[in-house]
């Protein structure tokens, strides 16, 4: 703009400098824009600029906020005007297409749902605002068991006045494209799908909306049921995994099966996650990994706010091979004052896995069905309300050798990663 260059050239004389630092990496033709933080101010306020702060000035004019010059003692001072509506400028930051600036955000509008809305529960209403872009996690389940999205809170991000990215432009918008502005696979049975790129692997991507709804639906849990979550869960007992992976791996299951009709001995799950219309694709799964820890880590108090839960994640896992390990760790995550041995461990989890599938080896190690299927959980509680007629096909019983080997081959993936990469 012409008014920043002449407003830049009157305050460089104040710094002796020749030249302000450019606010923007030199990597800013991808950038999908830039975050400004605010403070809220009851009325009208010009705020001065401190001389040595051009990246403020550049910030302010590059938004479109009124500035003005002031003169004291024949020395020129720079301001700019602060409203009820878009606040004093307090910090920004550039905003990419990552894992980084998503959680970034998350935490800004955690702050938002804590501090202008005054929100009696932020994560209940930031995990709304998420589950309020698909229909499938508002139905009657979801809101019997994670309870209902507080569309006021909704409305309110939607209508906030920023200058400039605002929510609702980055999480609808900005996150279905990369950082070179390609678009990602747009679910053909949904609503909306937002991925950002996977920490992990540069040209995979996390879905998002399916993070943040899996937290939901594993931290509320518990108390749904009013029971202490912790005394009476055990390896068979955990059935809050069904929002997560566990659904996820019931779902992939119907549908390979409604299109394939059986699980072959060679099957490969690594297929199932390179395919984006499979029900469980890799974006799915990482977001399944992370949302497990995160959920867990909130529920024992190591995580207090969701920003906190997804930031302590992010920085201890810096690999796939350390997020999978924590993922297999958390699924027999009541059970460790009781193993003794690297194979009891192992054991754990496979029965885990084997149980969420509905099989289980008896005695005599004969494969059978496991309580006639009933850890199929997801069928009564959300297949029924997809609105895809033909995942309604009952694969609860029978199929025993199928579900099976659809569970080995989740086991083998998950090897394959902790013992061979």
């Known amino acids: 703009m012409n008014t920043i260059l002449s407003l830049l050239s009157l305050s460089a004389g104040l710094l002796n400098s020749s030249a302000p630092t450019p606010l923007l990496s030199p990597s800013a033709s991808n950038s999908i824009g830039f975050f400004i933080e605010t403070q809220p101010v009851a009325t009208n306020t010009w705020i001065r600029i401190d001389p040595s702060d051009q990246d403020t000035l550049r ?41 980084d600036s998503f959680i970034y955000m998350i935490g800004q509008l955690y702050n938002y749902s804590e501090n202008i809305y005054h929100s009696q529960s932020p994560f209940d209403d930031v995990c709304g605002y998420f589950r309020s872009f698909r229909t499938s996690y508002q139905s009657r389940a979801w809101n019997t068991l994670a309870g209902s ?30 950082k070179n502005g390609n678009s990602f696979h747009h679910s053909p049975t949904d609503q909306e799908k937002f991925n950002v790129v996977s920490p992990y692997h540069s040209d995979k991507t996390i879905d998002v909306c399916h993070l943040i ?8 849990w518990p108390d749904f049921f009013g029971v202490d979550a912790y005394d009476n869960r055990y390896m068979y007992g955990v059935f809050d995994d069904i929002f997560s992976w566990a659904g996820d791996l019931q779902t992939g299951y119907a549908n390979y099966m409604k299109t394939n009709g059986s699980v072959p001995d060679d099957f490969s ?50 690999t796939y091979l350390e997020t999978v390990g924590s993922f297999t760790c958390e699924l027999e995550r009541f059970n460790y004052e009781n193993l003794t041995s690297h194979d009891e461990f192992d054991q754990i989890y496979k029965d885990k896995i084997y149980s969420f599938m509905g099989v289980k080896l008896d005695e005599n190690g004969t494969l059978i069905e496991f309580g006639d299927g009933e850890k199929m959980i997801k069928y009564y509680l959300m297949t029924l309300e997809n609105p895809d007629p033909n995942m309604r096909l009952d694969y609860r019983h029978g199929y025993v050798n199928d579900r099976a080997k659809f569970a080995q081959a ?8 902790l013992y061979e990469e």
């Open 59 to 99: 910030i302010a004019d590059e938004v479109g906020r009124q500035i003005r010059v002031d003169y004291i003692n024949n020395i020129p001072s720079l301001s700019y005007l602060a409203t009820p509506d878009l606040g004093k400028i307090t910090g920004y930051r550039e905003i990419f297409n990552d894992y």
């Open 149 to 178: 999205v507080n569309s006021d809170f909704v409305a309110s991000v939607r209508t906030l006045n920023q200058d400039s990215l605002t929510f609702e432009t980055y999480f609808k918008g900005c996150t279905q494209c990369d």
């Open 269 to 318: 799950f690594e297929s199932l996650l390179n395919d984006q219309d499979s029900y469980f694709p890799y974006e799915d799964f990482v977001a399944d990994m992370i949302a497990t820890e995160v959920a867990f880590s909130m529920k024992t108090g190591s995580g207090d706010t969701l920003y906190q839960g997804l930031f302590n994640n992010n920085y201890w896992h810096d």
């Open 213 to 220: 709804a899996s937290i939901d639906g594993i931290s509320s």
């Open 410 to 417: 989740f086991i083998d993936y998950l090897e394959g990663i």
